[in-house]
């Protein structure tokens, strides 16, 4: 329970608040499940302050100081924390449907559990901050700053991260289906096994990242930079991928099953036993790429550079290579049936 001498000086207005907490700054108020719904917080200082379990929805802490505040398990649905200073605060479990936290400091915070669905962050700042299990469901987060954050296990569905900074963030199996990503930077970020289906990721940055066993189905990645990330039996089944860079990439056992790759840079890219059945490779960079069993029936690879490409076992059945470059490509052991070669001649 709150202290009540606490409570007291606090319903007193926030300037005497204020000055009593500069005159007894070794003191960490207790407001545990405090009832301050609707009340005006703006530029308190509330920081060390225990507002554990509070009822403080609809209320406005714009541009208070809250760091190191502990909050877990408050109601915060629709309350203003606009420009607000929360770096370091505990926010377990807290329900913060809805909230409004443009320009928060949310630096080191610990936000694990918390449900922000619709809430809106936009450039937040979130380095850092531990996000595990939480709830962003359609949640605002364009230009936010979560490099170095931990994202593991989240629920990031419909959710807007348009240019958001995610560099070297924590995204394991993280949920980001349907989420707006347009050139949000996740170079060196950890997206193993994570959901991306129908995601739009164009001209989104992943240089170095992981993404080994990510679901992509779907997903709009148009000029998207892969450059030297990691797709190992990654499923990007009907995405498109066209004018891409994944140049240097592991692709090694991906899945990209009528897959648009129109244009796309795949130079010295590791595609052995990936399945590109039925994929569009048209005008496609492969050259030196390793293509070492990967199954290309009736992929279309019209004008394609495949010179110094490892094709050795290779399914080619039905595919179309009218006017590709094989020049010094491997091509032991490839199965070319019904293949359309270079020439415009149908292999028998």
């Known amino acids: 329970m709150a202290n009540a001498e606490h409570l007291s000086l606090l319903q007193e207005g926030i300037a005497r608040w204020n000055h009593w907490r500069a005159d007894h700054a070794d003191i960490s108020p207790n407001l545990r499940q405090a009832v301050l ?30 760091r190191k505040a502990n909050l877990q398990r408050a109601n915060l649905t629709e309350s203003t924390f606009y420009t607000a200073d929360l770096s370091e605060a505990n926010l377990r479990e807290t329900n913060l449907i ?26 937040a700042n979130l380095k850092g901050t531990n996000l595990r299990e939480a709830i962003l469901r359609s949640a605002n987060l364009s230009y936010a700053t979560l490099s170095h954050a931990d994202l593991c296990m989240a629920n990031l569905n419909r959710a807007n991260l348009s240019r958001t900074d995610l560099r070297q963030a924590n995204l394991y199996t993280a949920n980001l289906s349907q989420a707006t990503l347009y050139a949000a930077n996740f170079s060196w970020a950890d997206l193993r096994e994570a959901t991306l289906s129908q995601a739009n990721l164009r001209e989104a940055d992943f240089r170095n990242a992981n993404l080994s066993i990510a679901i992509l189905c779907v997903a709009n990645l148009i000029g998207v930079t892969l450059y030297n990330a990691n797709l190992s039996k990654a499923n990007l089944s009907l995405a498109n991928l066209c004018m891409a ?46 293509l070492a ?11 394609t550079n495949l010179s110094r490409a490892n ?38």
Not at 37 to 59: K, Y
Not at 109 to 122: G, H, K, T
């Open 37 to 66: 719904n609707q009340t005006n917080f703006r530029e308190a200082t509330l920081s060390s302050v225990d507002l554990t379990e509070g009822i403080l929805d609809h209320a406005d802490f714009c541009m208070a100081s809250l």
């Open 98 to 123: 809805a909230a409004d936290l443009r320009e928060a400091n949310l630096t080191e915070a610990d936000l694990r559990n918390a449900d922000l669905s619709r809430a809106v962050l936009c450039t």
């Open 245 to 290: 860079n994944l140049s240097h990439a592991n692709l090694k056992g991906a899945v990209l099953i009528g897959a648009n790759l129109i244009g796309s840079n795949l130079y010295q890219a590791e595609l052995n036993a990936s399945i590109l059945t039925e994929s569009d490779l048209r005008e496609a960079t492969l050259n030196e790429a390793n």
């Open 293 to 303: 069993g990967a199954n290309l029936v009736r992929a279309n690879l019209v004008m």
């Open 311 to 348: 094709l050795a076992g290779a399914n080619l059945s039905y595919a179309n290579l009218r006017q590709a470059n094989l020049w010094e490509a491997d091509l032991t052991g490839v199965c070319l049936t019904g293949a359309t070669m270079p020439d415009g001649k149908i292999h028998e």
